[in-house]
């Protein structure tokens, strides 16, 4: 018997008839002699809806006693779904048992609606395991030290279902979602793009970084650190479909490359609209001020992504970095009232009309002019480059937000990957 970790989004958790099938298309995976551990979110809308209730009674503040209990009331979006569950698996003749993440317990750090799982004890779970029972584990929380319950961020649903599969060691995580794979890039943007059959873990976690919405990126790290065989498919295809075909179908995350990857050179070109840009404009250029820059900003626990200082003149440099747009406006407000006064710049300006494409490949590694053919096609389309960030099988650009779908669609057609690869 195979341990085998299913998650399913809230798409696939929006209604009654879908949670129903979900039940039945658990339910087949069991009889088929699998051991079943299902992560689900909340069903889709809802989390938005409690937090615009929160929103509603009061603003956001700083204080940790108000993050406490947005993170207590977001939690329940997924305790609701995974008792949903467990109600129309016991309906399909199914013993099923829920727990939410401080009865299993997930244990997590106390940075609250951003916490990191530390530890899962997982002897509960093996029990009902043993006993026949289908286990249901809430996605997207935890509990930390002095018993808060704590949530994991967006998409950290993604991120309980690897960890839960890793803790256990289960044959495969199966994440089910409303698209049926990895894609090219978004067919919503690109029509002509190609779902993947594998992709890289490789790969995988630079186009998450770099804006793809199918897996979060956190979710990918725990894979490819713990070796969790990982499977992206959909959960609107029949319920009853042959387990053996569904079982190969979506797209496996790979742990090696293999020689259809080595043939494509770019696999995917991944976008992000949620993207800031911050610039400190006349800066000393001495020793230490980007620590005391960046310093500051990591210490609100904010995530910087690419970063850029130009070149010194008269001894005054401008910094610029990105940021997620959501932390665009306090990250402002930190730099230009506790910073900029002891730093002897000039001004903080910002951009949040900004976006970051990137392309991303394995092949990048062993072929060269990549980078070049990437900028000869923004300028041909007449985009121009405010950043640039590398690694060895991505490069991304910052660029202006309303250039970023007419981005995309060059870039996939100046790589052929709307092309199967021979």
């Known amino acids: 018997m195979a341990l085998i970790v299913h998650k399913y989004g809230g798409t696939s958790m929006g209604s009654p008839e879908r949670i129903r099938n979900v039940a039945k298309r658990v339910a ?90 530390e530890a899962i004890d997982d002897t509960r779970v093996r029990a009902d395991l043993a006993a026949g029972r289908v286990v249901i584990v809430t996605g997207f929380q935890g509990v930390d030290a002095l018993g808060n319950i704590t949530t994991l961020g967006r998409g950290g649903s993604d991120t309980s279902a690897v960890a839960v599969a890793a803790a256990m060691k289960a044959a495969e995580c199966l994440i089910y979602t409303d698209v049926d794979g990895v894609y090219t890039t978004d067919p919503r943007v690109v029509p002509e793009a190609r779902r993947l059959h594998t992709v890289s873990f490789e790969e995988m976690l630079e186009m998450a970084s770099m804006g793809s919405k199918v897996l979060q990126i956190r979710s990918v790290e725990f894979a490819g650190k713990y070796r969790v065989p990982l499977r992206v498919l959909s959960s609107f295809t029949p319920w009853d479909i042959d387990i053996v075909e569904e079982a190969k179908s979506g797209t496996l995350i790979t742990f090696e490359d293999d020689e259809h990857m080595e043939q494509a050179i770019v696999s995917g070109i991944a976008f992000n609209r949620d993207e800031a840009k911050i610039s400190v404009l006349g800066v000393p250029d001495k020793p230490g001020i980007a620590y005391q820059i960046l310093g500051a900003v990591a210490d609100a626990n904010v995530e910087v992504d690419v970063i850029i200082q130009n070149i010194s003149k008269e001894g005054k440099t401008d910094f610029s970095f990105t940021v997620n747009r959501g ?53 041909e389309e007449g985009i121009n480059i405010q950043m640039i960030s590398t690694s060895e099988i991505k490069t991304s650009v910052v660029i202006d937000e309303k250039y970023m779908e007419l981005a995309v669609r060059a870039l996939h057609k100046a790589f052929d990957l709307d092309q199967t690869p021979v």
């Open 327 to 379: 932390d665009f406006t306090r990250t402002l407000e930190l730099l230009r009232t506790r910073v900029l006064p002891g730093l002897g710049a000039q001004e903080v300006v910002g951009d949040a009309k900004i976006c970051k494409v990137s392309i991303v490949g394995i092949g990048m590694r062993s072929h060269v002019g990549i980078a070049s053919k990437m900028f000869r096609c923004l300028s």
């Open 28 to 117: 087949k995976w069991a009889r088929a002699g699998h051991h079943m551990v299902v992560v689900p979110s909340a069903m889709s809308g809802e989390t938005n809806r409690l937090l615009g209730l929160a929103k509603e009674l009061a603003p956001a503040r700083a204080d940790d006693a108000y993050w406490r209990e947005l993170d207590a009331l977001a939690a329940t979006g997924e305790q609701a779904s995974s008792a949903l569950l467990a109600i129309a698996l016991q309906a399909e003749g199914m013993a099923s048992v829920s727990y939410a993440g401080w009865q299993v317990p997930i244990r997590t750090d106390s940075a609250y609606t951003k916490a990191r799982i």
